[in-house]
């Protein structure tokens, strides 16, 4: 496990809202969450789980991550995503937590390390932190994560669900 990953919203929200924020460090003790992240994030009432989680969890890290790296420039991602890559270009090594495609593609051709919330789960699943993924994803999607059905079937093959 590493020191520390970046997050972007969507993981954040969703995690919190079907009841597994925690697994979210699975990646890193500390995870950063740049501050136009957390504006994103409340926006939502103060009783949503993202909202309160970003309040509670003292290893949910609020940063400012300065000005949005300009390799950036030449792809169509919002400013959340911006601000999560931008933190991982400046701190080699550092994973970033993505769920849209656009920044993942993103992430990839920079080089950077990148996972989104269905690899949470199912990492979760490979190290025994949860007894089986089916469940979890099934709380993601109800929490609004999109998986398509055969995303999920060929996500559950490979851990033997």
């Known amino acids: 496990m590493a020191d520390e990953a ?3 919203t969507s993981p954040v929200i969703i995690l919190a809202k079907a009841g597994w924020i925690h697994l979210l460090q ?3 003790e500390r995870i950063v969450v740049p501050d136009v992240v957390a504006t994103e994030i409340r926006r939502y009432t103060s009783t949503d789980p993202g909202v309160v989680a970003l309040s509670e969890l003292p290893w949910l890290d ?5 000005p949005n790296d300009a ?4 792809y169509s991602i919002d400013p959340g995503e911006a601000a999560v890559l931008t ?5 080699p090594g550092v994973e970033a937590i993505l769920d849209d495609l656009p920044a993942r593609s993103c992430a990839r051709s920079l080089g950077l390390r990148f996972r989104g919330t269905l690899g949470l ?3 979760a699943k490979r190290i025994g932190m949860i007894a089986a993924a089916r469940p979890v994803i099934q709380a993601a999607r ?3 994560l999109y998986l398509s059905d ?5 996500a559950l093959t490979r851990v033997a669900e």
């Open 71 to 74: 390799r950036l420039l030449a």
């Open 6 to 8: 970046v997050t972007n």
């Open 87 to 91: 933190w991982a270009l400046a701190h």
């Open 26 to 28: 699975i990646t890193a």
């Open 62 to 66: 609020i940063v400012d991550t300065g």
């Open 150 to 154: 055969s995303v999920i079937a060929e």
């Open 142 to 144: 109800d929490a609004g």
């Open 121 to 123: 789960i199912l990492d």
